[in-house]
Structure formats: C-alpha cells, structure tokens
C-alpha cells in the first residue's frame, strides 16, 4: 500500500516583490495513498505551518484530500515554526500585521488557482479551512476572492467580527467556543446577526480548541467540529 506522501513546494507572489524581503512562499503538501477526491488550502495560525498544521494537513489527506499550506510569514522571516506560549504569540501577531491582509489574500488566491490545477479535472474542487488567524483569513478569502473557493470553513476566526457585514460568494460555516476569551459571545451573536443564513457553531470550549498542543483543546468540540465540517465539504461536492 502506498504511504501518504508530504513534499515542500514554492510559489512567488509578485504583489510581494519589493515590498518584502522575499517575493516567494513556500507550501507543505500532504498527499493521499489512494484516489484525491478533492483539495483543501489550510490555513494556518499566526504560530506559522508549524508541527500542529503539518500534523493536520497529514490527518485531512488521510482523509482523500490534496492539502496545501501556504507558509504565508516566507515573505518576512522563512519557515516560521513557533510553539504555544506568550512570546511566540506576541511574535506570530507582529508577523501577521507585517503580512497586511492584501498580501495574505494575494497569497491565497494564487495558492488556491495552483492547487486546483494540480487536482485531477473531474475532482477539482477546493475548500479553505482556517484557525484562528487564519479563520478570519478563510472569511475574507470567502467574501473577497469571488469563486476561488467552492467552500470556507473558518475556525475561531477573531476578526470575522471585524468585516461581518461583508457577503461571502461561497458557502461558508464558522465554529467558535463559547468560553473564547478573545471572542466574546456578543461578538459571536452579531456575526450571526449579520449572517443569518450561515451556520455558525458554538461549542463549550475556548480558543483553540482544536489544537491538540495547546491549553483549551477540546477533543470532543474538535471532534464535532470536524465532523459538521467535513459533511459541510461533501454537501458543497468537495
């Protein structure tokens, strides 16, 4: 039986050219044994592709999907990999804001258009899925980047409050956790104020609750959540 396959590959933005050090990102790719049924662009947190998101990206193409992470921070420090803890998350943010959400959405947009060439014709549909950072990201992608995607899934995204009033172009499912300290409930219930036709699910649980390396990982709410968001991905034929 063939193993799951993991490679490094690189693409080049030339929004970033001369604006930062390096106009080229790479992406971790994780590849199914058997046959793609379709692909996923995950992205990450502001802790980078680290050990947490490559482990994902191994789990979800074990699932039958081609997955895609774009190292967004390439542009400013290469392979950033940082670990859970106070310093390393004042330093992911810094990364983040040096990024600027145009660059990030530029980034996506081109990692996206290459990962659906790479699927075969008649199983080329693609999903974002985003934590934390990146599920605010998944969200504008969602509402910026027309058709790009066929779905967006968006994990504890802080700043989706922040453009709530945008409209997506694509199905769109949001999960959150109730005892989030950096996304109050009111902030949660505005979005579903805004987006009344979007599912959008709340779970006991804190940020990050997907994440099996940090102090509010929830195996249960991690477990529901992948489950609601991969009969999500089947619904929308991904």
């Known amino acids: 039986m063939k193993e799951l396959q993991t490679r490094r590959l690189t693409l080049k933005s030339k929004l970033a ?4 050090a390096h106009a ?12 793609v049924k379709g692909g996923i662009l995950l992205i990450q947190e502001i802790f980078g592709v680290n050990a947490h998101i490559q482990k994902l ?31 390393t998350f004042a330093r992911g943010r810094e990364l983040a804001k040096a990024i600027s959400w145009d660059q990030a ?8 258009d290459a990962l659906r060439k790479a699927l075969p014709a008649d199983r080329n549909k693609i999903a974002a899925i985003g934590f934390c950072w990146g599920g605010s990201l998944a969200w504008i992608s969602a509402t910026r980047l027309g058709r790009t995607f066929d779905a967006c899934v968006s994990y504890y995204g802080r700043q989706v409050w922040d453009y ?6 694509v199905p769109v499912m949001l999960h959150y956790g109730e005892k989030d300290p950096m996304i109050p409930m009111l902030n949660v219930r505005a979005i579903e104020k805004a987006q ?24 249960e709410a991690a477990r529901l959540a992948e489950a609601r968001t991969f009969k999500f991905l089947e619904e929308n034929g991904i």
């Open 24 to 35: 080229e990102f790479s992406i971790f790719e994780a590849k199914p044994s058997n046959e």
């Open 164 to 169: 709530r009033e945008e409209k997506p172009q």
């Open 196 to 219: 009344p036709n979007l599912p959008v699910y709340v779970y006991p649980a804190g940020h990050g609750f997907n994440c099996d390396e940090r102090r509010d990982y929830d195996p």
């Open 17 to 20: 050219e001369g604006k930062f």
């Open 105 to 112: 959405l530029d980034d996506t947009k081109i990692a996206a």
């Open 57 to 87: 990206a191994r789990h979800y193409a074990e699932k039958g999907y081609l997955v895609w992470a774009p190292a967004y921070f390439d542009h400013v420090e290469p392979n950033v990999e940082l670990g859970y803890n106070d310093s």
